[in-house]
Structure formats: C-alpha cells, structure tokens
C-alpha cells in the first residue's frame, strides 16, 4: 500500500513539471507571437503614413493645380490672420527663435571671417562646389563635426555655410518686400543677396556676409536649401496661400513656406542653370515648453499645420521643379530619426545631435554622391 502510494505521488509530480514546462513554452510561444503581432503593427502604421503622406502630396499638388491661377493680391489679409494667430504677444516660441537668432548673432561677430567651412582657403582639388542656405540645424556647428563639413569631407566638396540660426525661408508678413527696404535675412534674403536684387550689406558681420563677397557662386555645382522648422514654429507663416478650408488668402506668394522656397527655386534656376538644387525638408522634432513635451511633428500645429504638413509642402515644390534639376532629399524620413531614436540624434527635440549631425550629413552626403557620380 506505502509503495503504491509512493508510486502514485511520483506520477503526479512528473505530471506536475510536464504540465509547468508545458505551460512555459506555451507563454514564450504567446509572448512571442505578441511581439510579432506588434512589430507587424508598427510595419502597418509606418506604411500607412508613408502612403497617407504620398496621398497628401498628391492631394496638394491637384489642389494648387487647380489654384494656381487665381490673383495673388496684397499682404494686408496676412497681417490680420498673423495678428490673429500671435496675439499680439510674445510667445515661448517666438522666444526661442529670438533667442537662437542672438546667439547666432554672436557667434558670427566673435568668428574668425571664414570663407568656407574647409580649413584651407586655397582652391584645392575639390571635386565639387556646395552652397548651403539654411537655419541653426547648419548654423549651429561650424567645425569639423558640422554638417556643412561633414558633407564637404564626404563629398571632396569646397562648401559655403550662408545658414543663419532663426531665420525662415518666407518673408514675415509684418518685414517689408520691397528691395530698397529689405530686411529679411531667411531664404528670401539670401537669394535676393546671391543675385543682386538688394545690398548684400545687409549681411554684414555674418558668416553669409563674408561669403557674398568672396564665392564664385557661378562654380556652383549645387544649392542646399534647408528650412521650414522656424517657418511652421512661427505661427505666423501659412504653408501656402491656398488654406486648408479651401480658400485662397490674398497675401504674398513670399510670405508663404510654398511661394518662398518657389521663389528661390526659379530664382536661382534662372541665373545658375548649370546649378542643381537640392530642397531639404524638415526632419523629424519633438517640441517642448519647459521641459514639458507639448508634442511632435505629426501632432502639434502651431498655427498653420504640423511639422508634417510642411514636409509635404517641400516635397511638393521640389516635385513641380524635377525636370528643372531640382532634387528632393526626404529628411523626415530618410534619416531614420524618430520617436525611437529622438534621444540619440536631437539634443533638445529640435537641434542635431552630434551623432545627429553625422547621421543627417551622411544621408544626405550619400545622395549628392550618387547623383554626382551616378557610375559608382
């Protein structure tokens, strides 16, 4: 009787460990199967918004077809829709890029009157000139470890950094547009610098001020334009004149994110033809108010769309110029900065990183190189 009970117990408890490891497999099997069904997910949603964001181009470059031949008009309606989105105060934005403009300001009084990001001064044997136009994500670092410099190594190119910190590619509504009274230093400015259209004093004691008086820029082989992070934080600058409800605003084509990067665009395209242009489109941010996130590029609208909706907006414009030697590069997407990886490559949500600066300059350094050496 003892050993049959013996027996018994023996059996159960084998029984016991089977159906616990059993069980065990069954739950790594279940965990498993889970995260598989979560990183199919995140697949979806990321194609999903790949495809949305494709439709949105689509979508804007129908509607602005359509549009584009309605009266431009005045800047008076700009002025009462800017009143109306900054409310007539200061805001932590308007703050921000204040404040980065100062320091820029500083810096460029305090640095050495450089010509060129290269170290050397000597014409060198330089496979390619570079011109970039742009805010603080170029202004910001002008060493070695800068992306102008980064892409020049990679690329054996001779570059020119025009980037001024704070500035945006449209012309604020409430800064004057005539060329006799012009104070814009953005896109608009620079441009209108390149080829004559306003005093290039105007620049003086920056960095892009050294550079009008001293760049071949007819050597050109290609034009970096880099903004649209100041021009959606702003509030005040519309994408485009045409609005979201379907109606055209009656302000300047330069006032809007689209007309100034349009603008620029045909601009140079007209006194450089043997010039490529290069349209960069924002990147990926997260933006905060006192250490408070307060959302990302996909979420939060400052007055005028999301981050996103700018995006697009650039990819549109350089897609109108595709047969005119214009060129797309996708930084939204391209250089793998993103909610996961924000840490890593953004110091504050916004400004590279310096393994940020490496990883935009080597993505973009990639695709210069294969449209410049299209054999390799």
Same mark, same amino acid.
Do not use: H, W
């Given at each position: 009787m003892d050993g049959s009970q013996h027996n018994g117990r023996k059996k159960?408890? /084998?029984? +016991?460990?089977?159906?616990t490891v059993l069980i065990g497999f069954c739950i790594l099997a279940i965990i498993e199967i889970a995260y598989g069904q979560a990183q199919i997910r995140m697949e979806r949603e990321r194609l999903a918004l790949q495809e949305a964001n494709n439709q949105a181009v689509q979508e804007l470059r129908e509607e602005w077809d359509g549009l584009k031949g309605e009266p431009e008009g005045g800047a008076e309606s700009a002025k009462?829709? /800017?009143? =109306?989105?900054?409310?007539?105060? +200061?805001?932590? +934005?308007?703050?921000?890029?204040?404040?980065?403009?100062? =320091?820029?300001?500083?810096?460029?009084?305090?640095?050495?009157?450089?010509?060129s990001e290269n170290s050397s001064e000597d014409e060198g044997d330089y496979a390619m000139q570079i011109v970039f136009m742009g805010d603080s994500i170029l202004d910001n670092n002008r060493e070695q470890a800068g992306v102008a410099s980064l892409i020049g190594d990679a690329c054996n190119a001779r570059v020119y950094?025009?980037?001024? /910190?704070? !500035? !945006?590619?449209?012309v604020p509504y409430d800064e004057p547009r005539g060329f006799d009274d012009w104070e814009s230093l953005g896109l608009m400015g620079i441009v209108n610098a390149i080829v004559g259209n306003i005093d290039a004093s105007l620049f003086d004691? %920056?960095?892009? /001020?050294?550079?009008?008086?001293?760049?071949?820029? %007819?050597?050109?082989?290609?034009?970096?334009? =880099? %903004?649209?992070?100041n021009d959606c934080m702003s509030g005040k600058i519309p994408q485009s004149k045409y609005m979201a409800d379907g109606t055209v605003a009656d302000i300047a084509d330069i006032a809007t994110y689209a007309g100034a990067l349009e603008s620029a665009t045909t601009l140079l395209r007209s006194h450089f033809p043997d010039a490529k242009i290069i349209i960069v489109s924002p990147h990926y941010c997260q933006f905060f108010e006192d250490d408070k996130y307060m959302g990302d590029s996909y979420s939060l609208n400052y007055g005028y769309g999301t981050l996103v909706e700018f995006f697009r907006v650039s990819a549109y414009v350089a897609d109108q110029h595709r047969e005119d030697d214009v060129m797309f590069f996708n930084a939204?997407?391209? !250089?793998?900065?993103?909610?996961?990886?924000?840490?890593? %490559?953004? =110091?504050?949500?916004i400004h590279l990183s310096e393994q940020g600066r490496r990883l935009y300059a080597e993505c973009l350094s990639r695709r210069i190189r294969a449209d410049f050496y299209p054999e390799e």
């Open positions: 159960i408890s /084998g029984n +016991v460990i089977l159906l009462r829709t /800017g009143g =109306e989105q900054s409310g007539g105060t +200061v805001t932590e +934005v308007e703050k921000m890029l204040l404040n980065t403009r100062s =320091e820029s300001d500083a810096d460029a009084a305090d640095a050495p009157s450089a010509i950094n025009m980037a001024i /910190g704070g !500035t !945006t590619a449209a004691g %920056y960095q892009a /001020g050294e550079i009008l008086k001293s760049c071949d820029f %007819y050597k050109t082989d290609y034009f970096i334009i =880099e %903004y649209g992070i939204m997407d391209e !250089t793998g900065i993103d909610a996961y990886t924000a840490e890593e %490559y953004l =110091e504050d949500g």
